[in-house]
């Protein structure tokens, strides 16, 4: 079951109206009996969405998680290797929504020229507390195995947890969801938490395709630029976040910086290297001079 993301950026009626309607159409589906209407009230809308938590830490110690070959661990051992995170959260048994944010975030990573579990993490942690490790098994083996050459297999990990546990990391990061009984479905956003490798909350992308170009960028800034090239550090410098447009943007101020800073360098070179041949010229002038003295 999937409705569109929601944030503090995105209040408009219109929102509300287009969220309402996929809600409706949504839980009008094959599931129910002829002439059956489920209804869902305000209150429950409100338990759908994304309360964005940027620049807060994620309680490391206290998230308990069980990995795909079944081992469990801190969320502090998940996550550790000084690397940022793209943290997803999802359920196997979501008919589409989950498949399409994965399927979006695997094809993304193939071009943003990074390698999974090298440069950075990948963990998706189901929101399911009975979802079975078979089936974490199976994600890891089908968005895992598609990685981008050079990535480590260990890149991209699933995970399940209680519901404990679930509950302190969806509310960490503002993570929003709902059962639906009727359905026996989760309703919940699209969104890919990007993380630091300290596990502060960097960057929100929303949707279920992604730009190579945004995910880059949200891995530079979360690594705050200790992975990348010394270009990647200077489009940084020149690129921010854009919540109304959720994707980033060139800020023409930084631009204009550095094309300053680039046109002093080059003014500076040409008067150096036309004051060395003044100066050249000149000494050739006083040797003619002193051979004829």
């Not at 839980?27 to 338990?47: D, F, I």
């Not at 199976?138 to 991209?156: H, Q, T, V, Y």
């Amino acid at each position: 079951m999937s409705v569109l993301p929601r944030t503090r950026h995105d209040e408009g009626m219109m929102s509300k109206v287009i969220v309402m309607m996929m809600l409706a159409v949504s839980l009008l589906g094959a599931k129910s009996s002829p002439g059956q209407v489920t209804e869902m009230n305000p209150q429950e809308l409100q338990n759908i969405g994304i309360d964005e938590h940027l620049g807060d830490f994620l309680p490391l110690e206290d998230l308990s998680f069980v990995r795909d070959a079944g081992d469990t661990g801190s969320f502090k051992q998940i996550i550790s290797g000084g690397k940022p995170v793209i943290l997803t959260m999802y359920y196997s048994d979501c008919p589409m929504l989950c498949s399409l944010v994965l399927t979006g975030l695997q094809k993304a990573i193939q071009d943003v020229e990074f390698a999974a579990g090298v440069d950075y993490k990948l963990v998706t942690v189901s929101i399911d507390p009975l979802q079975s490790l078979e089936k974490s098994k199976a994600g890891r083996d089908r968005f895992g195995g598609g990685l981008p050459i050079g990535s480590n297999p260990e890149g991209w990990r699933f995970f399940t947890g209680d519901s404990g546990n679930i509950g302190k990391l969806t509310r960490a990061v503002g993570f929003r969801y709902f059962y639906v009984e009727e359905r026996k479905e989760y309703a919940h956003p699209a969104v890919l938490v990007v993380l630091t490798s300290e596990g502060k909350i960097s960057r929100y992308l929303y949707g279920i395709e992604f730009k190579p170009s945004d995910v880059r960028m949200a891995l530079l800034e979360a690594s705050e630029g200790k992975i990348g090239n010394t270009i990647d550090k200077i489009l940084l410098y020149c690129y921010h976040y854009d919540p109304s447009s959720k994707g980033y943007v060139v800020m023409a101020g930084q631009v204009m910086k550095i094309g300053g800073g680039i046109t002093v360098l080059v003014l500076g070179v040409l008067l150096g290297l036309l004051w060395m041949k003044d100066a050249q010229k000149y000494a050739g002038d006083g040797d003619e001079a002193d051979t004829k003295d």
